[in-house]
């Protein structure tokens, strides 16, 4: 978006709707490569996250719990990704190397001049709560 205006072509819906999705697929992207740096490029600082066994309102303090949970994700597999302005749920299947097996996630990202500043994370936790010490 230019000016306040819509790319050609698109309505300002439209474009709102690509825009949040490319922040929050960028933000999927570097963490897929394990790029901290460029993941933190896409979150704003005072970051709201809520999920099932904590809660952050600092972008440092969400990222490093999601770094020290790395080493047991497999892969990720993306099921589906739905827009609407500045909203964008991602649906997708996290495959641990643990006997948690594979869960089915979905996350809430909202995005706010152009950077995440909130997300909410929702799956069954039950099988992860030994490893969280719950």
Request: aromatic share 8%; glycine share 8%.
């Amino acid at each position: 978006m230019l000016a306040g205006r819509a790319a050609p072509g698109l309505s300002n819906r439209e474009n709102k709707m690509t825009g949040a999705k490319d922040v929050v697929m960028g933000f999927q992207a570097a963490m897929a490569r394990e790029d901290w740096t460029g993941a933190r490029a896409h979150l704003a600082d005072g970051l709201k996250f809520v999920g099932p066994f904590e809660s952050f309102t600092r972008a440092e303090d969400y990222l490093g719990a999601i770094q020290k949970l790395h080493n047991i994700v497999e892969r990720v597999d993306l099921h589906k990704v739905f827009v609407e302005g500045d909203d964008v749920c991602v649906l997708y299947d996290l495959v641990t190397n643990t006997p948690a097996g594979t869960a089915f996630i979905a996350e809430w990202h909202h995005v706010s001049q152009g950077k995440i500043d909130r997300v909410r994370v929702v799956f069954d936790a039950r099988p992860f709560a030994p490893m969280m010490g719950r």
